[in-house]
């Protein structure tokens, strides 16, 4: 019968897609393995106690919840969660990750869950305070590597690019004077520039752009329960009180 279907398939040009049963594999194991960087505040953060905190962590104890086991979080540096995910050393990347066509190749997303967009930063006390990336030509901008910040400048010939593994490390860099800028997303920045106000944001969000949970292809039961339990977080306005525990 399978063989009959895989036929079937291949006549009429259904792309094939093979998939896994790794929620019975999270459920025999007992624990959810979400991959997150946690210098992302308030997404994904250390707090005084040590503990990694934040919406995203938030939002990956609610599916492991529905799943009926424990989460575990699995800390690391942002452009190494997508190849832990397709290596399986993590079953799903909950670590504010924008959509994007380029992500999509590899992975598989879940129904958006954020709305986010990209913001310059600089020092308070500069005149240099610019209002686009076209202002960003013939500067040093610091991003955190592999990010949306880090992709969208990159597409202008003229800026020069210092990457680091974490969005701190570029805000460093800008308060040594070795930096013009950091281009990062707004929440974030928001967070950031709370804390540290010797640093401004310059200008408006320059895109609209949505976080999306990351899985692998394969893993479509997995992609299900996510999106199902998304959908029960807003349908109860538990999303709402953890934006407010977060973000206000």
Not at 70 to 75: H, R
Not at 162 to 170: G, M, P, Q
Request: charged share 30%; no cysteine.
């Amino acid at each position: 019968m399978k063989k009959t279907v895989f036929l079937l398939l291949l006549l009429v040009g259904v792309p094939l897609v093979m998939f896994s049963a790794v929620v019975g594999e999270i459920k025999s194991r007992g624990y959810f393995l979400v991959g997150l960087s946690a210098d992302f505040p308030p997404f994904e953060f250390v707090n005084e106690k040590g503990e990694i905190v934040g919406f995203d962590v938030d939002i990956a104890r609610e599916i492991a919840k529905k799943l009926g086991v424990e989460l575990k979080v699995v800390e690391m540096t942002f452009d190494g969660l997508i190849p832990a995910l397709l290596t399986k050393k993590i079953d799903a990347i909950i670590s504010g990750m924008t959509i994007t066509e380029e992500r999509r190749k590899v992975v598989e997303f879940s129904d958006p869950y954020f709305e986010a967009g990209q913001v310059i930063v600089v020092r308070k006390d500069s005149n240099f305070q610019p209002k686009s990336y076209e202002e960003l030509v013939g500067k040093t901008v610091a991003v955190q590597l592999g990010t949306t910040g880090d992709l969208e400048v990159s597409k202008y010939q003229g800026i020069k690019v210092v990457r680091f593994d974490k969005f701190t490390d570029a805000f460093l860099e800008v308060r040594a004077k070795r930096a013009d800028a950091v281009v990062l997303d707004s929440a974030t920045a928001k967070a950031f520039v709370e804390k540290n106000p010797d640093f401004v944001i310059s200008s408006p969000v320059l895109s609209s752009e949505h976080y999306g949970i990351a899985v692998r292809k394969e893993d479509q039961d997995l992609l299900a329960v996510i999106n199902d339990t998304l959908k029960e977080l807003m349908e109860k306005s538990i999303y709402n009180s953890l934006l407010s525990k977060w973000f206000e």
